[in-house]
């Protein structure tokens, strides 16, 4: 999901309290998939995160959109299903898979829908 949302061949996110985010400009939302909404910059189109429908009071806001992304290191390879690892070598770090991630398979399961691969 991830891919066709940024057309990237991975999505890198960092995971923010809701409530402790204030935007400079309220970003314009769409429904990416049954079970979550995407921000984005309606003025030059960046993507800015990922946040499920049924929210659990965290969302997460793209890498690229903080000003200083390389603070943040890289914990854990969410959607390990779909890595391209000639491109990226996550290899060192622990490997959740969709369909097995319990807060995104159950919401899938919820929508009546199977988890997409």
């Avoid at 970003?27 to 499920?52: E, K, M, N, V």
């Avoid at 603070?71 to 898979?97: I, K, M």
């Amino acid at each position: 999901m991830c891919q066709r949302a940024t057309g990237g061949f991975a999505a890198s996110f960092v995971q923010v309290s809701k409530a402790a985010l204030s935007w400079q400009h309220e970003p314009d939302w769409y429904q990416s998939s049954p079970i979550a909404h995407r921000p984005f910059c309606s003025r030059c189109g960046t993507p800015l995160g990922f946040d499920f429908i049924e929210s659990s009071g965290k969302m997460d806001l793209t890498l690229g959109s903080f000003d200083e992304p390389g603070y943040f290191r890289p914990a854990l390879h969410s959607g390990a299903e779909s890595l391209h690892e000639a491109w990226l070598d996550t290899r060192e770090l622990p490997r959740y898979y969709s369909a097995t991630t319990e807060s995104v398979a159950s919401r899938w399961k919820a929508a009546g829908l199977e988890v997409p691969e």
